[in-house]
């Protein structure tokens, strides 16, 4: 597949974002089932934002996966207070059944007025797979499935966060931290992958972090050890970029039918993985995929209307470790920034990169943005300080993608790294305004050009004003 044609998966794109009911308004029939009624239409927005600041008790769930995978029985125990917005992800509260209260005052529509108060309910786990058939919600896979805890477990979707713990017994796997046996977390609204079922677990050390790959009982032709190596050679040289990087859980699956890969964090970190059945080691080991992904993970979320930031500066630093690790040559990173360099700019009725959610400017407009602020901040430096430096300075405030940050905080932390304000100038020109970035120039400054229909030739110009700021690459 060409470079420009190619689709970068997404993580946080609008068009990606669970929508969010209310248990309530969608499901009176399960309601009814504790003899409840059921609360008026919520106002529901249109993409789910991090959950804001809310001091609360926890939240307490015991789950028992069945020995068929079939079924998560579910007990729950909710501190005192109304909880009208109770429900799971995208739509699968009609998998949630057999919900009963067991103890507690529990009132309608699931207002607990006692200190606690506690419900059972099954999520039926094969059936939302067969239904959703996404690892968004539920994926079934060779083994077990792929599924985030937000689609079973029941939690107040009122954008706020809400302590919790977890403890889970059967064959489970997740990118949450953990302690005494309970994983735990401040908001159930975006989590971590987990993979449920029989999965082949492989540690990899980096650094101080660790990867867990955990791979689907699927036979695919590099096998388990060919992938780990392929797959910790990836990421170390992401981890080093950053510094400081989280541990994390990447869920493989081995498929024949393609499906986008996808990182989420909220509390931890995770990636959802697929590789085709049938790739040699040499196709692995040069796919970008999983570097774009692994980038993400040692970034905070941004959230919307911010997914520019994260998809461009993904899309900017993937090719840049890659040259740097060897998986990728300087002319094909050249000739992929030259070529899709146009699809980044501005159009007739652009209103800057934080109005203008196209896919053209999300990735490669963010793209560009990388790419120019590096070179700024590069020049003023004379090459003591890079994009770099940004990132690491962010990474080293744990700023990964377990947390969420504001961006007036990234940027701040970033133009701090430098000792300049070359974020915040960019963001007035670029973000809160629909400004053209001058590449022709950058590119003829920075001695590269790139000739022929495809681009089959890249030359470069040692003589060019900036040639030295291309080699610092
Ligand atoms: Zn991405």
């Given at each position: 597949?060409?470079?420009?044609?190619?689709?970068?998966?997404?993580?946080?794109?609008?068009?990606?974002?669970?929508?969010?009911?209310?248990?309530?308004a969608?499901?009176?029939?399960?309601?009814?089932?504790?003899?409840?009624?059921?609360?008026?239409?919520?106002?529901s927005?249109?993409?789910?934002?991090?959950?804001?600041?809310?001091?609360?008790?926890?939240?307490?769930?015991?789950?028992?996966?069945?020995?068929?995978?079939?079924?998560?029985?579910?007990?729950?125990?909710?501190?005192?207070?109304?909880?009208?917005?109770?429900?799971?992800?995208?739509?699968?509260?009609?998998?949630?059944?057999?919900?009963?209260?067991?103890?507690?005052?529990?009132?309608?529509p699931?207002?607990?007025?006692?200190?606690?108060?506690?419900?059972?309910?099954?999520?039926?786990?094969?059936?939302?797979?067969?239904?959703?058939?996404?690892?968004?919600?539920?994926?079934?896979?060779?083994?077990?499935?792929?599924?985030?805890?937000?689609?079973?477990?029941?939690?107040?979707?009122?954008?706020?966060?809400?302590p919790?713990?977890?403890?889970?017994?059967?064959?489970?796997?997740?990118?949450?931290?953990?302690k005494?046996?309970?994983?735990?977390?401040?908001?159930?609204?975006?989590?971590?992958?987990?993979?449920?079922?029989?999965?082949?677990?492989?540690?990899?050390?980096?650094?101080?972090a660790?990867?867990?790959?955990?791979?689907?009982?699927?036979?695919?032709?590099?096998?388990?050890?060919?992938?780990?190596?392929?797959?910790?050679?990836?990421?170390?040289?992401?981890?080093?970029?950053?510094?400081?990087?989280?541990?994390?859980?990447?869920?493989?699956?081995?498929k024949?039918?393609?499906?986008?890969?996808?990182?989420?964090?909220?509390?931890?970190?995770?990636?959802?993985?697929?590789?085709?059945?049938?790739?040699?080691?040499?196709?692995?080991?040069?796919?970008?995929?999983?570097?774009?992904?692994?980038?993400?993970?040692?970034?905070?979320?941004?959230?919307?209307?911010?997914?520019?930031f994260?998809?461009?500066?993904?899309?900017?630093?993937?090719?840049?470790?890659?040259?740097?690790?060897?998986?990728?040559?300087?002319?094909?990173?050249?000739?992929?920034?030259?070529?899709?360099?146009?699809?980044?700019?501005?159009?007739?009725?652009?209103?800057?990169?934080?109005?203008?959610?196209?896919w053209?400017?999300?990735?490669?407009?963010?793209?560009?943005?990388?790419?120019?602020?590096?070179?700024?901040?590069?020049?003023?430096?004379?090459?003591?300080?890079?994009?770099?430096?940004?990132?690491?300075?962010?990474?080293?405030?744990?700023?990964?993608?377990?947390?969420?940050?504001?961006?007036a905080?990234?940027?701040?932390?970033?133009?701090?790294?430098?000792?300049?304000?070359?974020?915040?100038?960019?963001?007035?020109?670029?973000?809160?305004?629909?400004?053209?970035?001058?590449?022709?120039?950058?590119?003829?400054?920075?001695?590269?050009?790139?000739?022929?229909?495809?681009?089959?030739?890249?030359?470069?110009?040692?003589?060019?004003e900036?040639?030295?700021?291309?080699?610092?690459?």
């Amino acid at each position: 597949m060409s470079a420009r044609a190619r689709a970068r998966p997404s993580r946080t794109l609008p068009l990606d974002m669970p929508r969010r009911r209310s248990l309530s308004a969608i499901l009176p029939g399960l309601l009814g089932l504790l003899g409840l009624l059921a609360s008026g239409f919520m106002c529901s927005p249109s993409y789910a934002p991090w959950p804001g600041k809310n001091a609360q008790t926890p939240f307490h769930y015991d789950v028992v996966l069945s020995s068929d995978l079939r079924f998560l029985d579910v007990d729950l125990v909710l501190p005192r207070g109304p909880w009208d917005s109770l429900g799971v992800e995208d739509d699968a509260d009609k998998y949630v059944v057999d919900l009963a209260a067991l103890g507690g005052e529990l009132t309608p529509p699931y207002h607990c007025t006692s200190e606690t108060c506690a419900l059972h309910y099954r999520f039926a786990l094969a059936d939302a797979a067969k239904s959703f058939a996404s690892a968004d919600v539920a994926l079934a896979v060779e083994g077990g499935y792929v599924s985030p805890p937000s689609a079973w477990l029941l939690h107040p979707r009122d954008g706020l966060e809400h302590p919790y713990t977890l403890r889970v017994r059967g064959k489970f796997a997740i990118g949450l931290p953990q302690k005494e046996g309970a994983y735990f977390g401040n908001a159930l609204e975006l989590v971590p992958f987990a993979a449920l079922g029989d999965f082949r677990m492989h540690p990899i050390a980096l650094g101080d972090a660790t990867m867990t790959l955990a791979i689907s009982q699927t036979d695919f032709s590099l096998g388990d050890d060919g992938l780990s190596k392929i797959l910790g050679d990836a990421a170390r040289p992401v981890a080093e970029l950053f510094g400081s990087y989280p541990s994390m859980l990447v869920v493989v699956v081995p498929k024949n039918e393609s499906l986008e890969a996808k990182t989420l964090g909220g509390g931890g970190a995770s990636i959802f993985l697929p590789i085709a059945k049938d790739a040699s080691g040499t196709k692995l080991r040069s796919a970008w995929v999983p570097t774009h992904e692994m980038v993400h993970v040692g970034f905070p979320n941004l959230g919307f209307p911010h997914q520019w930031f994260e998809e461009g500066m993904a899309t900017y630093l993937e090719p840049l470790i890659r040259v740097r690790a060897g998986s990728l040559s300087a002319d094909d990173r050249f000739r992929e920034l030259v070529t899709s360099a146009p699809q980044g700019q501005p159009q007739a009725g652009d209103e800057g990169l934080e109005s203008t959610h196209t896919w053209g400017r999300t990735y490669w407009g963010g793209a560009l943005f990388f790419l120019s602020a590096d070179v700024e901040i590069r020049v003023r430096t004379q090459g003591k300080k890079s994009i770099v430096d940004v990132f690491r300075a962010i990474a080293h405030q744990h700023g990964s993608v377990a947390v969420q940050w504001d961006l007036a905080r990234v940027l701040d932390v970033g133009d701090e790294a430098t000792g300049l304000r070359v974020l915040h100038e960019h963001f007035d020109r670029y973000a809160k305004s629909p400004g053209k970035f001058e590449v022709d120039a950058l590119f003829r400054k920075l001695g590269v050009s790139v000739k022929g229909e495809k681009g089959e030739t890249v030359t470069y110009d040692d003589g060019a004003e900036l040639a030295w700021v291309r080699k610092q690459w």
